[in-house]
């Protein structure tokens, strides 16, 4: 079975500009995470969605927002790009949303803002 | 407050070496979920184990272990007989219900593992 997808690997983009990063989720799977990983850092909860809703929201400004399509597939935009916001940014699909549900992570998109 | 301390930064092993990473945890509640996971170069996190707050039992996987010991709030990792393979930054997380009542997952910062040959 195909594990977490995450597209694109790797991208630049410049102060000021708007990023869509994309994830998709093992099949059979309903819940998207989202996360931040700065060098050196563990990740950071952005946001998790559930049968297209957001269940749960961490500490970002509003710049940063996701949604949920029906086939579980998620998006995350980030707009006004600031140079803090270069990190690897890690997508994780769970069957649901309780703790037994275990997290399985993408291999990430590496975003650098110059 | 929800917190995971992994003191150590980063160790150095030689292969076959046995290593062991530590984890402590602090959080008020009293069903929790604590994990590890494994980050190679390639950057992808990898599910080690996962251990609820109601079964101390230790587990053992081939090389791997895991100490689970509420009195002291730890959750210890141990690598016997250590490869080069095993050379990654290790995550040791927390899971718990917020005011919400959705999970969050809270990270410790990691602990790079250098296994030389």
Redo the contacts between chains.
């Keep these: 079975d195909a594990g977490v997808t995450q597209s694109p690997t790797h991208l630049i983009k410049t102060r000021g500009q708007q990023v869509t990063l994309r994830c998709s989720p093992i099949s059979g799977h309903k819940s998207v995470?989202w996360y931040q990983q700065v060098l050196?850092?563990?990740?950071?909860?952005i946001f998790?969605y559930y049968e297209k809703e957001e269940?749960?929201r961490?500490n970002f400004p509003d710049r940063f927002s996701a949604r949920q399509f029906p086939n579980y597939s998620s998006e995350l935009n980030v707009n006004a790009l600031l140079l803090g916001d270069s990190a690897?940014y890690?997508c994780?699909s769970s069957f649901g949303?309780?703790?037994?549900d275990?997290?399985?992570?993408?291999?990430?998109t590496?975003l650098t803002v110059l | 407050a929800q917190k995971v301390t992994q003191a150590q930064t980063e160790i150095s092993v030689v292969e076959k070496e046995d290593v062991t990473l530590d984890c402590v945890y602090e959080t008020r509640d009293t069903t929790y979920y604590l994990f590890w996971y494994k980050q190679p170069p390639s950057g992808e996190l990898v599910f080690l184990i996962r251990r609820n707050s109601f079964d101390e039992q230790n587990e053992i996987s081939g090389r791997y272990s895991w100490n689970f010991q509420k009195s002291t709030s730890s959750f210890n990792f141990t690598i016997t007989a250590s490869q080069v393979v095993d050379s990654a930054v290790y995550f040791c997380a927390l899971i718990f219900l917020n005011a919400g009542n959705n999970r969050k997952l809270i990270w410790g910062l990691g602990t790079s593992l250098a296994v030389n040959p």
């Design positions: 995470s050196g850092q563990g990740p950071q909860f998790q269940r749960g961490g690897l890690l994780a949303t309780s703790p037994t275990t997290q399985y992570f993408g291999p990430g590496r």
